[in-house]
């Protein structure tokens, strides 16, 4: 089982950065890519930003220009740096992963257990 495990989260006012970590471990073959998603109460969860293999990275249109998502291969690990944080930027935010244990498996996604972040105004 590949497990990941997310920390950096905790509250913080409108206007400031936190900096979100994520570090796969377990038997993995390959990562194809990593990415966060967030959840509000009541809410979908939806996708915040992802960054494969090649180094592609594709965001939500909400947080475009506020959050910067990257990765270190060597550690397994991804990061979302997150600036001028907003109200509505308050959700428990979930790691993601599109990766295989062995060469002949197709990618299956992979959660971590979530990190509360708020924002206060």
């Known amino acids: 089982q590949v497990q990941l495990v997310e920390s950096g989260g905790g509250l913080v006012q409108a206007g400031g950065s936190l900096r979100l970590s994520c570090a796969a471990s377990g038997i993995i073959f390959s990562i194809n890519a990593m990415g966060w998603y967030r959840q509000a109460p009541g809410n979908q969860r939806e996708l915040v930003a992802i960054?494969?293999?090649?180094?592609?990275?594709n965001y939500a249109d909400s947080v475009k220009g506020r959050f910067t998502i990257s990765r270190d291969d060597a550690k397994n690990t991804v990061f979302l740096q997150m600036d001028s944080l907003k109200p509505e930027d308050t959700a428990v935010y979930y790691c993601y992963a599109d990766a295989k244990q062995r060469n002949w498996q197709r990618g299956r996604d992979y959660w971590g257990q979530g990190t509360q972040v708020t924002v206060s105004s």
């Open positions: 960054i494969t293999t090649g180094g592609s990275t």
